[in-house]
Each structure stands twice: as C-alpha cells, then as structure tokens.
C-alpha cells in the first residue's frame, strides 16, 4: 500500500507564499508521475501541477508563473511552492501519485487565502 501526507497548510493574505510538502511511504518500487489537485467548496477537483519522473511539469492556466512543482526522489516527497496567492486559490488540496497505472490519493491540507 501506499501513503500520502500532505503539510504545509494554512491561512495567508492576497499576496502571501506557501509551500506545502506530499510524503510518499510503503510499497513504492517507482513513481510515474505525482501531482496536485485542489477543491474549493461547491466546486470540481481540478488538477493544479503534475510533474513525471522525467521532471516535465504542467500547470493549470490559473497557476501559471506563480506555483511551481517539484520532487525529490530520494526523499519520495513533492513539494508545490505557491507565490502571489489569491482568493480564488482558496481549497483542500490534495497529493496524488501515479505508479503502475493506479492513482493513490492523500488526505488533503487547507489552503485559504483571504482578501
């Protein structure tokens, strides 16, 4: 089985950075890619940024050139940095991770953003 962890959490004015942090644990052999999505409420889950094992990232339209993901392998961790956070980025954001074709999920960190 494989467990998800996600940090890094929490409330910050229009403007304000964070950065949350995804660790993975058990049975991990290899990870074709992980991500992060996020819901606000009354809203989809819409995907933020992925990244692969070959690092190629993607983001959504609405992040771009403020959120930035990573990983570090060894530490089977992904991080999502976020910069000139907005309202509008308000949400439980959720690490996922991709291996074998099988998608696994964490439990989700509240980010809010107020005005």
């Known amino acids: 089985q494989v467990q998800l962890v996600e940090s890094g959490g929490g409330l910050v004015q229009a403007g304000g950075s964070l950065r949350l942090s995804c660790a993975a644990s058990?049975?991990?052999?290899?990870?074709?890619?992980m991500g992060w999505y996020r819901q606000a409420p009354g809203k989809q889950r819409e995907l933020v940024a992925a990244i692969t094992s070959g690092v190629s990232t993607k983001y959504a339209d609405s992040v771009k050139g403020r959120f930035t993901i990573s990983r570090d392998n060894a530490k089977k961790t992904a991080y999502l940095e976020m910069t000139g956070l907005k309202p509008e980025d308000t949400g439980v954001y959720y690490c996922t991770l991709l291996r074998a074709g099988h998608e696994y999920w964490g439990q989700g960190t509240q980010v809010t953003v107020s005005s």
């Open positions: 058990g049975s991990i052999s290899s990870i074709n890619a």
